[in-house]
């Protein structure tokens, strides 16, 4: 059976279901997929909202 769940919930998933296998999809943070630190810390703090962050995201 497939689940998803996010990175800081694995360890709650893993005392549940101690057999279960994980796989991680999320690109790493030197990705070219993934937002700079400085786009994600100003989305984060509300410095700008979702629609500036996807069009800035896609920018890179």
Sequence with gaps: MLKETYKRNIPKVRDKFPSAKFIDVA???????????????????DKITWDEYTKDSKKK
């Design 27 to 45: 690109p790493p943070s030197n990705s070219p997929l993934s937002p700079s630190p400085e786009l994600m810390s100003d989305y984060r703090n």
